[in-house]
């Protein structure tokens, strides 16, 4: 295990403006690619609507219209940045880790590499997971919530493709739970028997997030509530291989 030489405050300083601008056009690159993806993709969006599942017969589906004149356009605009943004992801977080590369040692580096290649697997795992159950799950709840055969259901298509990029991107989220949970106890920052501990109080924390983020109603609630959790225990059992992995196979007989 290795550890570079120091460098000097202004060549570190120049080493960080390099890695910024080098960032920043990977960034620009990723939006360019991002804006010819754009209408693929609010196409992919839009077309949920027309298949949400779990309606009455009697409840029409919502229609999606534009308002304004330059609300297609923006629309575009914030699509190509969140997928920008995604693009461009693996490309700033190897320069993050070159940067932060010479005061590593060796494993250290590879740990950084490795947390990095998986939240960005676990992330688009997350958005091919909310894009299949969870955002249409959540258009049928609200649809049936808000069913009344005397208002037309009109969604424009900014409020649309916002509410559905927020859903995809906090499913994309909330998978890394259990990510982040091995990651710390394969450091040896926090203890695997130290998450089953705090499992109460992680059970209101969820509930409290769950009633935030999810439909107003009570089953959305204890839908989201449910595999939140269930991520969490995972993150436990993922924590817990990840310490008797480091401790070379042997047993931890504490109980968690």
Do not use: C
Request: no cysteine; hydrophobic share 50%.
């Amino acid at each position: 295990m290795s550890v570079e030489p120091k460098q000097p405050f202004m060549e570190h300083l120049d080493e960080l403006l390099l890695r910024l601008r080098k960032s920043f056009m990977f960034l620009v690159f990723g939006f360019v690619i991002g804006y010819a993806l754009s209408e693929y993709f609010i196409n992919v969006l839009s077309s949920l609507v027309k298949q949400i599942p779990y309606l009455p017969a009697s409840s029409p589906l919502p229609k999606i219209m534009s308002t304004g004149p330059f609300e297609i356009f923006w629309v575009h605009i914030r699509v190509s940045m969140v997928l920008g943004a995604f693009i461009a992801f693996p490309l700033v977080a190897w320069e993050v880790s070159k940067f932060v590369s010479p005061g590593l040692k060796d494993a250290e580096r590879s740990r950084v590499r490795f947390l990095f290649f998986s939240i960005y697997g676990t992330f688009l795992l997350g958005i091919f997971l909310g894009y299949q159950w969870v955002l249409p799950a959540v258009l049928s709840a609200i649809v049936r919530f808000n069913h009344n055969p005397d208002i037309s259901n009109l969604w424009t298509l900014s409020t649309y493709v916002n509410n559905s990029l927020g859903v995809l991107i906090v499913t994309a989220l909330l998978i890394q739970l259990p990510v982040i949970m091995t990651h710390l106890s394969a450091w040896g920052w926090v203890q695997a028997k130290t998450w089953g501990r705090v499992r109460r109080q992680a059970i209101v924390v969820n509930a409290v997030v769950s009633g935030i983020l999810s439909p107003p109603d009570i089953q959305s609630m204890i839908a989201m509530m449910v595999p939140v959790h269930l991520l969490y225990e995972a993150g436990i059992i993922f924590s817990k291989i990840a310490e008797w992995m480091n401790n070379g196979g042997k047993k931890n007989d504490e109980k968690v």
